[in-house]
Each structure stands twice: as structure tokens, then as C-alpha cells.
């Protein structure tokens, strides 16, 4: 019984980071804790290098560092209330669609996120704040 309790919890213990990193790859909580607490410089971490953002219908293609900017700004003048995810969907492994819900104090919008698997890393490539 012991032997079967070692050999079991080694086998755990040793399999656990693998299956750890799997779980750490595919979560967006950190997104989602950066749009609820009204981030910019924590969400604009997973854009892409290039982004399509549309932000209450300022729409275009933005660097990086102009994205952090526009959503810099939209915090700025909705400040957060709170932000849920309501809808995930996943067309491949490597592409992966979010649907939420931010309450700000002015207004309502949904949030559509876009984001692909690259490497360990999830990375927005289209945001959208559309007001509701």
C-alpha cells in the first residue's frame, strides 16, 4: 500500500509541471482580470505586434504601443465596473474567440477578443469594445 502511495505521488509530482504549463497556455484569466480592473498596460502585454481594434467604433490597425494608447484612453473615460466573459468559442486549438460583458460607469459594451496560440503564449490580434 505504501509502495503503490510513493510510486503514485512520484508519478504525480513529476507529471504535474508538465500538465501545469498545458493549463497556463490556453488561460485568458489574466486578460480578463486586465479589462476588469481597466489595465492598459496589463492587457496591451498580450497584444500582438500588430492588433485590429475597435473601440466604440474607432477602428483600425494599431502597433502595440498605439493599441495601449487608444485603450489607455477608453479606460480613462469608462472606467471599469466590472467585466465577465459570457462566450468562448474555439475554431482550431491555435484560434480562440471571447465574448464579454464590460460595465463601465457612462455605459454598457461587448467585448469580442480574438487570440491565437503562439507557442506558450496567447496573444490578441483583433479587440473590440462595441458599446451595447
Request: net charge negative; no cysteine.
Amino acid at each position: 500500500m505504501t509502495l503503490t502511495l510513493s510510486l503514485f505521488l512520484s508519478v504525480f509530482l513529476y507529471l504535474q509541471p508538465i500538465f501545469g504549463d498545458e493549463v497556463k497556455m490556453d488561460s485568458i484569466d489574466p486578460v480578463i482580470s486586465a479589462i476588469d480592473g481597466g489595465s492598459s498596460g496589463d492587457l496591451a502585454k498580450f497584444f500582438d505586434a500588430s492588433i485590429s481594434l475597435n473601440v466604440n467604433g474607432q477602428q483600425g490597425e494599431y502597433s502595440k504601443n498605439q493599441a495601449e494608447i487608444v485603450i489607455k484612453d477608453f479606460f480613462k473615460k469608462n472606467p471599469s465596473l466590472g467585466f465577465k466573459v459570457v462566450f468562448r468559442s474555439e475554431t482550431n486549438p491555435s484560434l480562440i474567440s471571447y465574448i464579454g460583458d464590460y460595465q463601465s460607469t457612462e455605459s454598457s459594451f461587448k467585448v469580442f477578443i480574438r487570440v491565437s496560440q503562439q507557442g506558450e503564449n496567447l496573444k490578441i490580434y483583433s479587440l473590440d469594445f462595441v458599446k451595447a
